[in-house]
């Protein structure tokens, strides 16, 4: 049995998927799990029935922006929490974790260290050149430490490689295919919409632009989430349903619902929501980013686009035939289900760590 610790600031949407799902299975397996959390706004209440009774949480409050006093304190009680439990790995996620553990893994000797960035922060065009370059200083300088960085994606690892170290493993996200509803299509109308937190990241803006567009008769949009009032507002000005926050299976029901799913992300890792559409057998449409391009092979299971225009371009067809959303979204889940199995990804996952699969 090992003992595994997972540190996580990024506690909600498809960071907390991805958690769930290597905890479950590492306490499946027969490992000692502890996860180290905070509570984000979009943190699901019912977030402890999502996890294996068998695993230990340690509420440790961390915030997302930069604070020196409050980042000092965090990392603090990090160190002390990883001394006392004493793991064989430790695995942070996202970005405030990753920081303050890959800092602590400095003072706190032993325990095998890796970093899942779930989305690299300095390729946040939307944040500006400034912010984007301290981002990227800062990653620089905590890439020498002894940390493995893991990417979800092969397009995510290429950036670390090129940005800030060779010593990247892949572990590709995944979903289990099985366990997401099948979208039967709508008789009627055409519904389009995405799943997730709305916030700069996921590019609500173009959303709504995408929804000003396409505005007619039979075509609704919907918004899977909640999140930024700003993000929200220019959503329902334009149109869109904004749903706010569900529990995960109400979600999932939400996604079977549309005929057409679309990612208007500025960055991504390798989202999980693009995987669970293609499960679900939707069609994508996404924008061109490192990640989305991972999932999306443009003209066979989805498109790739760079703007409104483009996004555009491809629904408008997409609206016009249902036959050709049905077979892009057929060839979409069987592509995840090819590439994209929990049994695999969690496989991968052990090699990185070095441990037995069961202990």
């Known amino acids: 049995m090992s003992r595994i610790v997972h540190v ?26 502890t996860v180290i959390h905070s509570v984000r706004e979009e943190t699901p209440d019912n977030w402890p ?7 230990r949480f340690i509420q440790l409050p961390m915030q997302r922006a930069i604070h020196p006093l409050n980042d000092w304190r965090a990392g603090r009680a990090l160190a002390r929490w990883l001394a006392e439990l004493g793991p064989d790995v430790v695995h942070l996620h996202s970005s405030k974790a990753g920081a303050l553990g890959r800092i602590a893994s400095l003072f706190v000797r032993g325990p095998r260290y890796f970093f899942s960035p779930h989305g690299l922060s300095f390729l946040q065009r939307a944040e500006g050149q400034l912010k984007n ?19 979800c994606s092969h397009s995510e690892a290429g950036e ?18 099985d366990a997401v509803p099948r979208a ?32 007619q008769h039979g075509v609704e949009f919907v918004w899977i989430g909640g999140g930024d009032p700003a993000g929200e507002a220019a959503l329902r000005a334009a149109g869109v349903s904004v749903l706010g926050w569900l529990p995960r299976a109400d979600a999932l029901a939400a996604l079977a619902t549309l005929d057409v799913y679309i990612q208007t992300s500025r960055w991504e890792g390798l989202p999980v929501a693009v995987i669970e559409a293609m499960a679900a057998g939707l069609p994508v449409v996404a924008t061109d980013v490192v990640g989305n391009r991972d999932l999306v092979r443009n ?10 225009a483009g996004f555009a371009e491809r629904l408008v067809p997409l609206i016009a035939d249902a036959a050709e959303r049905r077979a892009i979204g057929a060839r979409a889940r069987s592509f995840v289900a090819a590439h994209y199995s929990l049994d695999t990804m969690m496989s991968t996952l052990y090699d990185v760590y070095g441990i037995p699969e069961h202990g």
């Open 8 to 33: 996580v600031e990024s506690f909600g949407g498809g960071t907390l998927s991805m958690l769930c799902a290597f905890a479950n299975r590492q306490a499946q397996d027969g490992h000692a799990v």
């Open 49 to 55: 029935a999502l996890f294996d009774t068998r695993i």
């Open 133 to 151: 370059t301290v981002f990227l200083v800062l990653e620089k300088l905590l890439a020498h430490t002894s940390v493995t960085a893991i990417a």
């Open 160 to 177: 670390i490689r090129r940005h800030l170290t060779p010593r990247v493993a892949v572990v590709e996200n995944a979903v289990d295919v």
């Open 184 to 215: 039967v299509g709508n008789r009627g109308v055409v519904r389009i919409g995405t799943v997730g937190r709305v916030a700069l990241a996921r590019n609500p803006e173009l959303f709504a632009e995408v929804a000003t567009r396409l505005k």
């Open 299 to 308: 003209g066979d299971n989805g498109y790739l686009v760079n703007d409104a």
